[in-house]
C-alpha cells in the first residue's frame, strides 16, 4: 500500500536502505562496500569503484535495448544492482536474501515485489563490457514488464526477459544455448498448461517453459496483442482479464496449446493460438 503512493524518489531512497541492508547480510565484515548511482539505477556491491562504474554504463547500454523490445516500459524508482566479485557470494546472495540455491550457470537474475526492484549479477573486473550487458538484458526486460502491474505472473516477465536476450545479446551469453537445448525436456515433463501457470512447477522448469512460451507470443504474428497487452497493464487492470481478451482464451489454455503443439510432431503442428 505505502509503494502504490509512494512517489519515484521515496521509492529509490527505500531501495537504496533496502539494498544496503540485504548487501550486509552477504559481505558483513567486507573491506569495501562501493556505490554508484544513475537517473535509472542504484549500483551497489563489494567491488572496486571502476567495475561499478562499468556496471552502471552496461546497464544503460543494456535499457536500451529494454525500451525497444518494451515498448517504453513504465518502470518506477530507481532499480537495483547488486554487483558480485565471485560467483561464491552471488550464490551467496540467494541464500541468505532470496532463502533459495540459484542454478550453477546462472550469473544473474531479478527480483520485484513493488517496494523493492532489482538485479543481481556476477561481474569481475576482468569481465568485458558487452559481457556485463548480456548479463543484465534478461534479468532488466524482465522487471520492465513486471513493473507494468501488480499481478504480472513470473512466468510472464521471466519468458519475456530470457526471449529479449536472446534476440539481442545471445552471442555474448552463453546461457542461452543451455536454455534452447533444455527446452524440449522441460516441455515433455509438463504434464498441463495449467501447471506453468499455477506455479506447480520446479522453478528452473517453469523458467525455461515461460521461455519457449513467451518466444511463440512474440512471434511476428502475436506481437502486436503482446504490445496491446503491455500498454493495457499499467491502467490496474487485472492479468488473466487482459490476457484472455487480448488472445482470446485463459493464460492457462494458451499454455496448455502451445505445450500440445510443441509435442506434436514437426510436420502435423497447426501453430500456436492466434490472438484476437
Same mark, same amino acid.
Given at each position: ?7 519515484? =524518489? ?15 547480510? $552477504? ?17 551497489? /556491491? !563489494? +567491488? ?8 552502471? *554504463? ?8 529494454? =525500451? ?16 558480485? #566479485?565471485?560467483?561464491?557470494?552471488? +550464490? ?7 532463502? @533459495?540455491?540459484? #542454478? ?11 517496494? !523493492?526492484?532489482? $538485479? ?12 556485463? =550487458? ?9 522487471? &520492465? ?8 505472473? @513470473? ?8 526471449? &529479449?536476450?536472446?534476440?539481442? $545479446? ?5 546461457? $542461452? ?13 509438463? @504434464? ?19 521461455? /519457449?512460451?513467451?518466444? =511463440? ?22 492479468? !488473466?482479464?487482459?490476457?484472455? +481478451?487480448?488472445?482470446?482464451?485463459? #493464460? &492457462?489454455?494458451? &499454455? ?8 506434436? #510432431?514437426? *510436420? ?9
Amino acid at each position: 500500500a505505502w509503494a502504490k503512493g509512494a512517489s519515484d =524518489e521515496e521509492l529509490s531512497q527505500r531501495r537504496e536502505a533496502l539494498a544496503a541492508d540485504n548487501l550486509q547480510l $552477504v559481505t558483513a565484515g567486507a573491506r569495501r562496500v562501493e556505490i554508484d548511482s544513475s537517473e535509472r539505477f542504484f549500483v551497489i /556491491g !563489494d +567491488s572496486d569503484r571502476d567495475t561499478l562504474a562499468r556496471v552502471t *554504463a552496461a546497464a544503460k547500454k543494456a535499457w536500451d535495448k529494454v =525500451e525497444t523490445f518494451v515498448k517504453q516500459p513504465a518502470a518506477r524508482g530507481k532499480i537495483t544492482i547488486f554487483v558480485m #566479485p565471485r560467483r561464491y557470494d552471488y +550464490s551467496e546472495f540467494a541464500r541468505m536474501v532470496e532463502g @533459495r540455491s540459484v #542454478p550453477s550457470d546462472w550469473q544473474s537474475h531479478w527480483g520485484y515485489d513493488i517496494t !523493492d526492484a532489482y $538485479v543481481c549479477l556476477v561481474a569481475t573486473s576482468t569481465d568485458r563490457p558487452d559481457t556485463i =550487458e548480456a548479463r543484465l538484458v534478461a534479468p532488466l526486460t524482465s522487471l &520492465a514488464v513486471a513493473m507494468q502491474g501488480a499481478e504480472v505472473p @513470473r512466468w510472464f516477465a521471466e519468458g519475456t526477459g530470457r526471449v &529479449a536476450a536472446a534476440r539481442t $545479446v545471445a552471442r555474448a551469453l552463453p546461457s $542461452v544455448d543451455n536454455w534452447n537445448r533444455s527446452l524440449p525436456e522441460a516441455i515433455v515433463a509438463m @504434464r498441463s498448461g495449467e501447471a506453468l501457470i499455477k506455479h506447480q512447477l520446479p522453478p528452473e522448469q517453469a523458467d525455461l517453459v515461460a521461455y /519457449g512460451l513467451m518466444n =511463440e507470443m512474440l512471434s511476428r504474428t502475436q506481437r502486436k496483442a503482446f504490445d496491446h497487452l503491455i500498454r493495457v497493464l499499467p491502467q490496474g487492470l487485472a492479468f !488473466d482479464a487482459v490476457f484472455e +481478451s487480448t488472445f482470446g482464451i485463459p #493464460p &492457462a489454455d494458451y &499454455a496448455e496449446r502451445y505445450r500440445v503443439s510443441r509435442l506434436l #510432431p514437426s *510436420a502435423s503442428r497447426k501453430g500456436s493460438p492466434a490472438p484476437r
